[in-house]
């Protein structure tokens, strides 16, 4: 199975800063990489799919990068609704789907 | 817009067996577009996938739960069933039912999910 490596576990941010978080695949996953956002006692949200595409009604705020197998989460300029926990997850070799462990985002 | 809603009991008694429903609204599971799925997280912690099911009935398990968990679909009423045998406290999280495209521009994207059900397992 495909391990899937995000790093760091909890970044601190404050509003309006640029927040950056990673993925690493265990091994080539092509471009096939989502992000997902969850808030509290909500579902994870689609956000990033296609290592690059936002999914409708994202704000352009928020991009995603690859290069080989290490991916980027970018959130350019941070606002109160942004801090949560963050997931990627591949669907390049599946079964299974796996999901990265999680990147708490606080505000610092 | 393509609806999934989750349910069951929020309690279960260690070494019974969870019930689990997903209706769907918004769409037929008999299409062939599309793998429904269950996923689950417990408190605190990260999501683990659990399996799908396929229109033509095919499923798939993950191996680490392969042997205590069966999923089903029940057509005419447009929803999947997840059950899960032998429980313990370890499966206690909260559930949650998607959707995963089968069309070839976005295979394996996981595009839908119901709000999930917290399932506590206790005596």
């Known amino acids: 199975d495909i391990v899937m490596t995000q790093s760091p576990a909890t970044l601190s941010v404050s509003p309006g800063e640029r927040a950056t978080l990673s993925c690493r695949a265990s091994?080539?996953?092509?471009?096939?990489l989502a992000w997902y956002q969850q808030k509290p006692g909500q579902a994870p949200r689609l956000l990033i799919y296609?290592?690059?595409t936002r999914a409708t009604g994202i704000p352009a705020r928020f991009s995603g990068s690859a290069s080989g197998t290490e991916f980027t989460l970018t959130i350019s300029s941070l606002q109160s609704e942004d801090f949560a926990v963050y997931y990627c997850?591949?669907?390049?070799?599946?079964?299974?789907?796996?999901f990265g462990q999680g990147t708490k985002l606080e505000i610092k | 817009q393509v609806q999934l809603q989750e349910s069951g009991p929020g309690l279960v008694k260690p070494s019974q067996t969870l019930s689990l429903t997903c209706t769907v609204s918004?769409?037929?599971?008999?299409?062939?577009?599309?793998?429904w799925s269950w996923i689950r997280q417990p408190p605190g912690k990260g999501l683990e996938w659990i399996g799908y099911?396929?229109?033509?009935?095919?499923?798939y398990y993950n191996p680490s739960l392969k042997s205590r968990v069966s999923i089903s679909m029940d057509t005419s009423k447009n929803l999947f069933s997840l059950n899960v045998n032998s429980l313990t406290a370890a499966d206690t999280a909260v559930y949650y039912c998607?959707?995963?495209?089968?069309?070839?521009?976005?295979?394996?994207?996981?595009?839908?999910w119901g709000q999930g059900t917290l399932v506590t397992v206790s005596s």
């Open positions: 998607a959707r995963v495209s089968g069309s070839s521009s976005f295979y394996g994207l996981i595009d839908y």
């Open positions: 918004g769409g037929s599971i008999t299409s062939g577009d599309y793998y």
């Open positions: 099911i396929y229109f033509s009935g095919d499923t």
């Open positions: 091994q080539s996953v092509s471009s096939n």
């Open positions: 296609g290592a690059s």
């Open positions: 997850q591949q669907y390049n070799n599946w079964p299974p789907f796996t």
